[in-house]
């Protein structure tokens, strides 16, 4: 994409709520963090990766690894809000003016992360004329549907964000929740975020969300300011680490992959 910029963003909290110093768990001899960079760099495209993280040890592992690392605050409550602290030196190392610049927000906690996404971002990015946020999405399995930790995206018929939810939408009125399914395609979210980078540089400008606070959803703060978020569809989702239980599995899935 010759006329726009794209940098990768890792934001990386070692002091993780549910799994604390989950980004340096070891898989397989490496951290984890280390896996999601590997993945990153497949991707074609990128102009720059960069790490945001509030720990010099995570700062001191990403330089050792070869990769531009940037200090954040602590007090950061979302991944966005920490690359929103640092976005001068995140456009700086894309080399492009801020609307003219995709920044990818990668999850420090998914080690088998797709390089493809990445690259499918990029190529939306594109087609769509720069929109502001762009996210992927995948069709949702019947045995997820309920489960609160996976978030869900309600989407327009021009594949617009409308809201994202950890509940089943939409509701299915004349069938039981066990068949809702049947009626309409639910749709899940990957967790990646394609902001362009004048949205991000005034992510600290907009209002407070009270459905953000509810949900812990860090995008419906865009959603409540009525900023757009386009989506585009994949095939499946890439495994977030949040527990002990899924970090076994992701250990036991790369095992799998060597």
Not at 3 to 30: H, Q
Not at 133 to 145: G, N, R, S
Not at 160 to 174: E, G, K, N, Q, W
Not at 200 to 223: F, V, Y
Request: glycine share 6%; with cysteine; net charge negative.
């Amino acid at each position: 994409m010759s006329d726009s910029a794209v940098v990768v963003a890792i934001p990386a909290r070692l002091a993780s709520s549910r799994l604390p110093g989950k980004v340096l768990a070891d898989i397989g001899g490496r951290p984890m963090l280390q896996h999601v960079v590997d993945r990153c760099r497949l991707a074609r495209g990128v102009d720059a990766l960069v790490v945001c993280t509030d720990s010099p040890v995570v700062e001191r592992a990403a330089e050792a690894w070869g990769v531009k690392a940037l200090l954040t605050p602590q007090h950061c409550s979302s991944g966005s809000e920490r690359l929103a602290a640092v976005i001068p030196a995140l456009l700086a190392a894309g080399g492009g003016a801020a609307e003219h610049t995709l920044v990818i927000n990668v999850q420090a906690d998914q080690p088998l992360l797709d390089p493809a996404i990445i690259e499918g971002m990029v190529a939306r990015f594109s087609a769509l004329g720069r929109p502001e946020v762009i996210t992927p999405v995948y069709p949702l399995a019947a045995t997820k549907l309920h489960d609160p930790n996976v978030v869900k995206v309600l989407r327009a018929a021009d594949g617009r964000a409308i809201t994202f939810s950890r509940s089943a939408l939409p509701h299915v009125r004349d069938l039981t929740p066990e068949r809702w399914a049947e009626r309409t395609t639910y749709w899940g979210h990957v967790g990646l975020y394609g902001y362009r980078g004048d949205v991000l540089a005034g992510w600290n400008a907009l209002p407070p969300s009270s459905l953000e606070d509810l949900e812990k959803l860090e995008q419906l703060r865009l959603i409540e300011a009525a900023i757009p978020i386009h989506t585009f569809e994949v095939d499946q989702d890439c495994l977030s680490v949040d527990t002990a239980e899924q970090l076994e599995q992701a250990r036991a899935l790369l095992v799998g992959q060597a």
